[in-house]
Structures are given as structure tokens and as C-alpha cells.
């Protein structure tokens, strides 16, 4: 586009001063490069390596059919923004330079050097230790919080005081009770949502066309009735959707907060031995380790998730570990800040709280592996093991491994070959995104899929009978 021509005042052309002409030629030439230049450098951006920007953190985005990386990072002013470039090869090395060089040479260091198991194989569990599939290199590289559609008020933003229908029906000697909720009005693609809530679960679905939206909602979800000629009641209290909205809230509650057990165990100690371990210097890397994972915070008066520990009268102590992440809360049951009970060799007010945890990590110091069998409660059903390391020049690294009791498979982020890694924000965040997802795929376990789904028959059996007249 010659703009620069168009901005120009027209005169006559001079042929006896060409001079002058070449003269104009030249400039033009020199802007038109100087704006090429411009558009190539907005269309490409300089390389990694070239940017003054110091990265604090990265992950995966997608752009249209495009994969890219997204970064985190912070700039000569402090300032923190997001840089997006494309997931080529190139920049896969120079994110992994700019983040692990340093930390990888001493990892692989570390993890030349001989040193003992840091946990045993036992009967009951499944042992991730690291595995040879995944690189070092490539440890920070994954695709975050799993299941996370149901972290969404899917019915309280789209349904709740909009314009929807609820039914309700039971299926005798099937599927049992259904609560079915249809929008009626139709979306810009011909479709109406809809949510199939049976005793497995929310399906949340979308229907086209506006006849026989019920079967075709129930079909969508996959739902096949013991009763063809089943007839659904068209419920119009809005006493109805308020208590659909609460159960929601309930899920989604349910999802978002956790309580994760925290056990310190010196060399050699029994169950016993180790909930019997009080505060002391020598839980100097201990409280390290509590201090990385989250914020110490003090019970009284706490509002946020309290994860059954009492905030009135510090009868479980005075104070805990917290943090959030992504949408989630975390509090983590510390055995040493809970109160410790004199002449009580077992401990029965921590091992209440921390006993009752689905995941328990243990801090091990010493070079005994730990044994997994241990741990007699049967609710603890994910352990995971962490162990600090020291590098040459004091830095702090940690050993991590997991024993499982569920099959469902190990939970995304995998542990790489060498489970060890620095202390600092890409391992904290490796390590909840792990913990949460541990948890998370352990609900899918026969086990636990079989309690819930129990609790949420009574759930929808009791709103049914309520709204069936």
C-alpha cells in the first residue's frame, strides 16, 4: 500500500532534475523496508532468547486449530504478563533453557548418585516411582486439572431464573429416580440444552429440534430405561430449581475442596511413632517443605475452607496449612499442628482428621524406604512420598513417589524418570496439580463410584418424593 505516495503534494514532474527524483525514489524504498520490517516483526516475534523477560511459569493453550505455549512471565519492571508462541520444537528448547538448564544438570546429577529406594513395593499398592517414558526435559509439559467441566455451575448459570422446564420420573428396577431440566428456548445452533441427573451423575447435553426433547435428552445422555412408557412429571415449583441449584453447589463443592494429610516420619518409625511426632528443630525441613505448599494460617476466626478443623475454639489446634489453586481450596491436615495428646500412644484426635484422608503425604527423612502397608487406615488410599535433597551449591531438590491401593492408573502429571525437582513455583505446581488429580481419579475407583453413588440415589429419591404431588 503506497501511502506515503498519497500524502505527497502533486507537482508536475521535473525531467531536467532526476537528481532529485532518485532522490525521493530512495526514501520511499528506505520506508517501505522500514515498514515490512515492522509487519514482519509483529507477525513473527523475536526469539525466545531474545526477549528481556524472565519466565515464571508456563502451560499449554489453543488457538483455533493451533497449539501454543503459554508463559508466564515478569519484565525488566517487575511487571507480569503472558506470552504466547507456537509449540515448535525450537521453542521447546528454549523454554526448557531458559527454565531446567541449570536445575536439570543437577538433577540428573543427583539422580546418578546411589542411593536407596525411597519407597517399597507392598501387596495392595501400586508404586509410581518415575517412569522412562517421561523425560526430564519435559516433566513441566502437561494438560492441567482433569475433569474440569465439573467445576462449572453449569445449571445455576444457565438454567437457574431462565427460562427451562424441570420433570422428574422413576424408573422402578432401572435406572432409578431422574431428574431431567430442558431450556426452552432454543440457542442460535437449533439446540436446547439439558441436564439427566441420575444416580451416576450430571449429563449435561444438547438437544436439537424442539419435539420429543425428553427422549432425545435421554438418549444423548446415554440413559436406557428398564421402563419404555415411563411418564415425566412437570414439576413448575420453583421450590424445585433452588433445591437443584444447592445440590449443584454441593458438586461443585465437592470437587473444589480437599483435605490432604500431612505426616512426618523419622528414620525407622512405626505408625504410632510417627503421629506421636511433635514441633522441634529437627522439623527444621519439615516446616520447610509445609512452608512451599502453603500458607501457615491461623483456625480462629478462619472463613474460608476449614476442612472439618474447628475455627471457634481451636480444638484441633491453632493453626494449619492452606492454599488455593486454580478454582480449588486446599487445607492440609499437618499431624505435628494438630493437638497432641498426652500418655495417647495412638493419637486417636489426629488420626480422626488425617486417618479420614483419601491422600496422606508422608515427609521421610533418612534413607529407610518407607513401607506403604504401614498405614492401616483404609481411607488413606493414595500415599505419597517426598524426601529432600541437597544439591552441591545448598539448593533444595525433592524425591517424590506415590503408592496407590485404586487401578484407575496413575494421574496425570506422570513422574518423570527421575522424580526429583527443584524447589520453586513449576514443582509446586506439578505437585497440587498432581495431588488434586490423584484424588480426582480415584473417585472413578468401584469403590468410592459406588458410595457416591449411593449418597446420590438417597439425594434424588428425597427430591423426588418432595415434588411428586
Not at 543427583?110 to 522412562?132: K, N
Not at 482428621?353 to 533418612?366: A, Q, R, T, Y
Not at 496413575?410 to 522424580?419: C, D, F, G, K, R
Amino acid at each position: 500500500m503506497h501511502v506515503l505516495n498519497k500524502s505527497r503534494k502533486h507537482k508536475k514532474k521535473d525531467h531536467s532534475n532526476s537528481s532529485n527524483e532518485e532522490e525521493h525514489q530512495h526514501q520511499y524504498q528506505h520506508q517501505q523496508h522500514q515498514q515490512h520490517q515492522q509487519h514482519q516483526q509483529h507477525q513473527h516475534p523475536p526469539p525466545l532468547h531474545q526477549r528481556k523477560s524472565t519466565i515464571l511459569g508456563f502451560g499449554k493453550a489453543l488457538f483455533g486449530l493451533r497449539s501454543t505455549i503459554r508463559l508466564h512471565a515478569k519484565n525488566e519492571n517487575g511487571e507480569e504478563h503472558t506470552i504466547y508462541v507456537e509449540e515448535s520444537e525450537d521453542d521447546l528448547r528454549q523454554i526448557q533453557r531458559l527454565i531446567n538448564d541449570q536445575d536439570l544438570d543437577t538433577i540428573l546429577q543427583l539422580g546418578q548418585e546411589p542411593m536407596q529406594m525411597l519407597i517399597t513395593a507392598a501387596e495392595g499398592f501400586r508404586i509410581e516411582a518415575g517412569s522412562p517414558t517421561v523425560s526430564n526435559q519435559k516433566r513441566y509439559f502437561y494438560n492441567g486439572l482433569q475433569d474440569q467441566d465439573k467445576e462449572f455451575y453449569y445449571y445455576c448459570t444457565y438454567f437457574f431464573q431462565k427460562d427451562h422446564e424441570n420433570y422428574i420420573a422413576v424408573d422402578e428396577n432401572g435406572v432409578g429416580p431422574i431428574i431431567l431440566s430442558i431450556q426452552t428456548e432454543e440457542n442460535a445452533f437449533g439446540g436446547y440444552k439439558a441436564i439427566v441427573r441420575t444416580r451416576e451423575g450430571d449429563s449435561r447435553v444438547m438437544v436439537a429440534g424442539h419435539k420429543k426433547k425428553k427422549k432425545k435428552a435421554l438418549e444423548a445422555a446415554g440413559i436406557k430405561l428398564n421402563n419404555n412408557s415411563l411418564k415425566f412429571r412437570l414439576v413448575k415449583d420453583q421450590k424445585l430449581a433452588k433445591e437443584l441449584c444447592s445440590l449443584e453447589t454441593q458438586q461443585v463443592e465437592f470437587v473444589t475442596n480437599y483435605k490432604f494429610g500431612v505426616l512426618f516420619c523419622l528414620p525407622g518409625q512405626s505408625e504410632n511413632q510417627m503421629f506421636n511426632n511433635v514441633q522441634g528443630p529437627h522439623c527444621a525441613d519439615f516446616d520447610e517443605f509445609l512452608n512451599f505448599i502453603g500458607d501457615r494460617i491461623t483456625l480462629e476466626k478462619w472463613t474460608d475452607f476449614r476442612g472439618g478443623l474447628d475455627v471457634k475454639n481451636n480444638t484441633t489446634g491453632r493453626e494449619s496449612i492452606f492454599t488455593k489453586f486454580h478454582n480449588c481450596n486446599i487445607m492440609f491436615h499437618v499431624s505435628t499442628l494438630l493437638p497432641y495428646t498426652e500418655g495417647d500412644e495412638q493419637q486417636v484426635e489426629r488420626k480422626r482428621h488425617i486417618g479420614n484422608d483419601v491422600l496422606l503425604i508422608i515427609f521421610k527423612e533418612g534413607d529407610t524406604p518407607f513401607y506403604p502397608n504401614l498405614i492401616t487406615s483404609n481411607f488413606n488410599n493414595i500415599i505419597v512420598v517426598v524426601s529432600k535433597l541437597t544439591s552441591e551449591d545448598s539448593r533444595t531438590f525433592y524425591r517424590i513417589a506415590f503408592a496407590e491401593k485404586h487401578n484407575e492408573g496413575s494421574a496425570a502429571p506422570h513422574l518423570p524418570e527421575i522424580p526429583i525437582f527443584p524447589r520453586d513455583e513449576h514443582f509446586r505446581e506439578f505437585l497440587l496439580m498432581k495431588l488434586i488429580n490423584s484424588e480426582r481419579t480415584v473417585m472413578k475407583s468401584r469403590e468410592f463410584r459406588n458410595k457416591l453413588s449411593r449418597a446420590r440415589l438417597d439425594q434424588l429419591r428425597i427430591l423426588v418424593n418432595q415434588f411428586k404431588d
